[in-house]
């Protein structure tokens, strides 16, 4: 009978024994997140990408890619292609953004790719004629698949303007200005208009009041030109400059209000002139005004040997915008 026991008791702990691990693996198997869908992945990238990580996101995107239809997925291959760039790898970014082309998406996205095409060929160092005739055409593409892409019309001012075509630029940026006054690259888009235009005629005076205007507002202020001279003899001061100020917002007819009777005069009637603002409006309608400037000279002034290559390296700063 003991012996009886014995066994029974035995098979009892054999068989909890084998129970155990299967039930153990269950509830392991049970506590396991789901795979990340698609557009997990593709949140994942974006967020990594504005994170500057850079190897991160592109896992993301072709992870995500993976999860696509037979051919692959055309937003992630824009993902990869801005990750690219972003990275400094613009050679690669024009071979992501390609792919996505050639999976010929839906017009909003197939917009987007030519759009990003474009940034990608742009970004490319020592870029030649050719990558700067694809671009143009690849901007020009984006705006008619969709003609509310406003950056696009920016993009493609900027180009025409670094290829000569003044006239075609400013054109392009007054277009852009009329969807987008105020805010985005508008200051940037100004400062195109205003570059392109520096053989223009000087600005017009401003206009009898009548009626209220709303005056106008510094969109970007240029440093003056503050000589090894100048730092040398500890010149230091303001001076006030009155400026006229056009529809576009470009600053013209600079004259001394108040100066400093030396060099600094002459160097903050030259930085005026380059001044961008939002121009004066009534009822909302831009009108010509004027202001006077202040333009300040201390010991921690910049030194800027040459104005215009330090407002061209700045407007082309955020170029082309994304």
């Known amino acids: 009978m003991q012996q009886g026991f014995k066994r029974v008791v035995s098979i009892a702990l054999a068989a909890g024994s084998l129970a155990a691990p299967f039930w153990i693996g269950s509830a392991a198997r049970a506590q396991d997140p789901p795979p990340a869908t698609r557009a997990q992945l593709m949140e994942q990238g974006e967020q990594l990408l504005a994170q500057q990580q850079y190897r991160r996101a592109i896992t993301a995107f072709e992870d995500a890619n993976r999860l696509s239809d037979a051919g692959g997925c055309s937003e992630c291959f824009l993902g990869l292609s801005r990750t690219y760039v972003a990275w400094g790898k613009a050679g690669k970014g024009v071979e992501m953004a390609r792919v996505a082309l050639q999976l010929n998406p839906a017009k909003p996205l197939l ?121 040398r003899d500890k010149l230091q001061g303001s001076v006030l400059v009155q400026v006229n100020i056009d529809t576009d917002g470009c600053a013209g007819n600079p004259s001394l209000v108040r100066g400093m009777g030396n060099e600094l005069d002459t160097a903050a009637v030259e930085a005026a002139k380059r001044w961008v603002f939002q121009p004066a409006t009534a009822q909302g309608r831009p009108v010509p005004g004027d202001s006077i400037v202040s333009i300040n000279f201390t010991k921690d002034n910049e030194t800027i040997k040459d104005p215009d290559k330090a407002y061209r390296d700045k407007l082309l700063a955020g170029w082309p915008a994304q």
Do not use: W
């Open 111 to 231: 917009a987007r790719a030519h759009h990003q095409l474009a940034v990608a060929l742009l970004a490319q160092p020592g870029r030649g004629a050719d990558a700067v005739a694809e671009a143009d055409g690849a901007f020009r593409r984006a705006l008619d698949l969709d003609p509310g892409a406003n950056v696009d019309r920016f993009n493609l001012a900027g180009l025409l303007l670094q290829s000569g075509r003044g006239e075609d630029a400013v054109s392009l940026a007054r277009d852009y200005l009329k969807g987008a006054p105020t805010g985005g690259a508008a200051a940037e888009a100004r400062m195109l208009i205003c570059l392109a235009r520096k053989a223009a005629p000087p600005a017009d005076p401003a206009p009898e009041a009548g009626g209220e205007i709303e005056p106008p507002h510094p969109l970007y202020r240029q440093p003056p030109a503050y000589s090894d001279r100048a730092r």
